[in-house]
């Protein structure tokens, strides 16, 4: 199936299910007036056709788990269509298909995150970053938009990657993945846009949490084909922050997000979020919150931070140090190999006090 989006790029559109149809006598008959009626009727709802497609292929796909025979060699549509499961989100090709030639079917593309991510603030320098650190965030994201000079941004990144390693936490660089990767961040954030445009390869071999943003169930189905650390989705309520091309999720839609994607991949709310309204998101299943303006324009920041981790903690979801690479027992082990040995002391014939501590303890 194609699609011709405004700006004239070809998108394949397929399900496994309705590319390769099983053989005779276990094909399902009835797909593709489904599919089609199903298409039609989403693009009267006022569906991008991307979106009514995909919604189309996974009310399809899952009629299909459900079809049941009639008589021999034959098999119908089952009831349903509206509880779709992970397996039924259609895939998308040729987008990134170099990529996921790399990876095997069932090994993460990239490093995995916690499942609950807790807090989780988008900052637009490194003085809200330290500042967030030192009050007890362990998840953030820096969002530079505005910097004089490749080096002053360079310098940014790598002043936000080491207060990470120093507070032990998971800081996020927006856009910029060439020099989060350069400046060993401990991960990046993506948009759709900025997908496309990424070196993935690098980013994973790099060792870098890729997150992705997302606004559908097409841009879910297209970020799943790359297997990102975490996946975000928005923007559930209104919001003033950034301009959207769609309409706010909702917390019916974040649900269903949450059942479908959740067992799978960590999951992070955004957009409109404050405290009156965070409650309603949590109940969805969501691991994590991420806010902008609630926390850069409270009066109080540091007190704004203690009420959504006391928030938060009523859901399970605390704000928990990141163990690096260099903090491991196995890292230190091998520390301890590579270093040098110290020229042993001779013995001065003093005795060492009994209350004395060894320096090795």
């Excluded at 960590?266 to 991420?290: D, F, H, M, Q, W």
Aim: hydrophobic share 35%.
């Amino acid at each position: 199936m194609l699609i011709r989006n405004a700006d004239s790029n070809i998108t394949v559109l397929t399900h496994r299910r309705t590319l390769f149809p099983a053989p005779e006598p276990d094909r399902v008959h009835g797909t593709g007036c489904a599919l089609g009626s199903a298409a039609a009727v989403f693009l009267g709802q006022g569906l991008r056709p991307e979106e009514a497609l995909v919604r189309a292929e996974m009310y399809v796909s899952e009629r299909i788990r459900k079809s049941r025979p009639v008589f021999s060699g034959m098999r119908i549509l089952g009831d349903g269509g509206s509880c779709p499961e992970l397996e039924d989100l259609p895939l998308f090709f040729p987008c990134f298909q170099e990529f996921r030639n790399r990876i095997s079917g069932g090994t993460p593309a990239f490093p995995e995150c916690p499942d609950n991510l807790g807090l989780y603030p988008v900052l637009p320098d490194n003085d809200w970053v330290l500042r967030c650190l030192k009050a007890g965030v362990r998840t953030l994201q820096l969002r530079i938009k505005k910097w004089d000079t490749q080096e002053q941004l360079r310098l940014e990144i790598r002043r936000a990657a080491e207060l990470g390693r120093q507070y032990h936490a998971r800081v996020f660089i927006d856009d910029h993945w060439e020099l989060a990767v350069q400046e060993k961040a401990y991960g990046v954030h993506l948009g759709q846009e900025d997908l496309e445009g990424a070196d993935l390869e690098l980013i994973r071999s790099a060792g870098l949490r890729l997150g992705v943003s997302t606004h559908s169930y097409a841009e879910a189905a297209r970020a799943l084909q790359v297997k990102p650390s975490y996946i975000a989705l928005g923007h559930i309520f209104p919001t003033n922050s950034k301009r959207m091309p769609s309409a706010p999720q909702g917390t019916v839609r974040l649900a269903e997000y949450a059942r479908i994607l959740g067992r799978t991949y960590p999951l992070v709310a955004i957009g409109g979020i404050k405290t009156g309204n965070a409650r309603e998101v949590l109940k969805t299943g969501v691991g994590s919150v991420a806010v902008i303006t609630a926390i850069t324009e409270a009066p109080d920041p540091e007190a704004a931070i203690r009420e959504w981790q006391d928030l938060l903690s009523e859901f399970g979801i605390r704000d928990t140090d990141e163990v690096f690479p260099e903090d491991t027992p196995e890292s230190e082990k091998a520390a301890r190999k590579t270093a040098k040995p110290k020229p042993e002391k001779k013995d001065s014939g003093k005795k060492t006090s009994g209350n004395s501590r060894e320096k090795s303890k």
